[in-house]
């Protein structure tokens, strides 16, 4: 079974977040003024660079949650837009960084900052972006919150670390995987969505059911990320499809594939991701070898998983609009593969 993606996908995503969306448009443009403020500089290249970026059309899926998980437990004030700010930064930041590290010549349908202004402006202003950023957590004035966030800084950056030191080994187990991953993209899910009640003063317990959905939603979208890399299209990734693979990246899809194939091919996979021998011939024998072992089928089935954990861990608290948006996200993470 592979990955088929509607054509019309552009048509689905804002259908299955149009909820999210409406409810937070007020706030999403003070948060965009925010950010077109905070991104500004004297030095000419720092806003630059982050505007390339900023200005692409990316989702602010994650700044969204934030705003609707702080509406949800019925927060008054301003601090929900300053954070979702922050975590957007923190998000643009770290794609800055990711593109230098994974020498990607392409992101959100345009070519990566380092391909125009190089490696090191882009390090430098994801840096600046993240100094910024932290600005504004020190400016809202929740120690919390603060902590939430920086403590997620951290994990990312660990994360990144974790990611290099397993590149290219095929020897890497799916627990392994989803260390990665967790630390990578769910623990900054998992913070946009913590924030939100924390500054709306709401118990513990519904801190931790906000702190769960996301984090199990980031894991649920990054296994999507995962399996469109070998199924999707130039326009649905924003990237080039199989860039994963030329890049020798060892995702769910190939760590199944490898793990369940013949010895013949695991010698493919060896030469193809150890050796940098990936190429589009080569791409297309690796979808092959995965629909022949279900290994995108059993992503997409992983990050089904993580999603209804996610919809669980809100069961419990009050039906509200913000709940309903919520679950929808969950809904849309999925529906970008059918």
Request: hydrophobic content about 45%.
């Amino acid at each position: 079974m592979g990955v088929v993606v509607n054509l019309e996908d552009g048509k689905r995503e804002a259908a299955s977040i149009k909820h999210l969306i409406d409810l937070t448009a007020a706030d999403m443009a003070r948060v965009n003024e925010l950010i077109l403020s905070k991104a500004g500089s004297d030095v000419e290249m720092i806003p630059q660079v982050a505007n390339h970026l900023i200005s692409s059309g990316g989702k602010r899926l994650r700044p969204m949650v934030t705003l609707a998980a702080a509406q949800m437990f019925g927060y008054s004030g301003d601090g929900h837009v300053k954070l979702a700010m922050a975590v957007e930064f923190m998000h643009t930041a770290t794609l800055l960084h990711d593109d230098v590290v994974d020498e990607s010549g392409m992101r959100r349908g345009k070519k990566t900052a380092r391909m125009i202004w190089g490696n090191q402006a882009s390090v430098l202003v994801g840096d600046y972006l993240l100094g910024q950023a932290f600005r504004v957590m020190v400016d809202v004035g929740s120690l919390d919150a603060l902590d939430i966030l920086s403590s997620a800084a951290s994990v990312i950056a660990e994360g990144e670390v974790m990611q290099l030191a397993a590149a290219k080994n095929l020897e890497t187990t799916e627990d392994e995987h989803f260390a990665v991953i967790k630390a990578k993209t769910a623990a900054l899910f998992s913070a946009a969505a913590e924030v939100g009640p924390v500054i709306a003063g709401a118990t513990r317990t519904d801190r931790a059911a906000l702190r769960s959905y996301g984090m199990n939603l980031g894991l649920a979208f990054q296994l999507i990320d995962d399996a469109l890399d070998y199924g999707g299209s130039s326009k649905d990734l924003g990237k080039n499809v199989g860039d994963d693979f030329r890049e020798g990246k060892v995702t769910l899809p190939v760590i199944l594939a490898y793990r369940r194939g013949t010895a013949s091919e695991r010698v493919f996979w060896k030469k193809a991701i150890e050796q940098n021998s990936a190429d589009d011939t080569g791409l297309e024998q690796a979808i092959g070898l995965m629909k022949r072992h279900a290994a995108i089928a059993d992503t997409i089935g992983r990050a089904r998983h993580f999603g209804e954990i996610a919809r669980d861990a809100l069961a419990p608290l009050e039906a509200t609009p913000q709940k309903s948006a919520l679950i929808d996200v969950i809904d849309f993470c999925i529906s970008r593969v059918s």
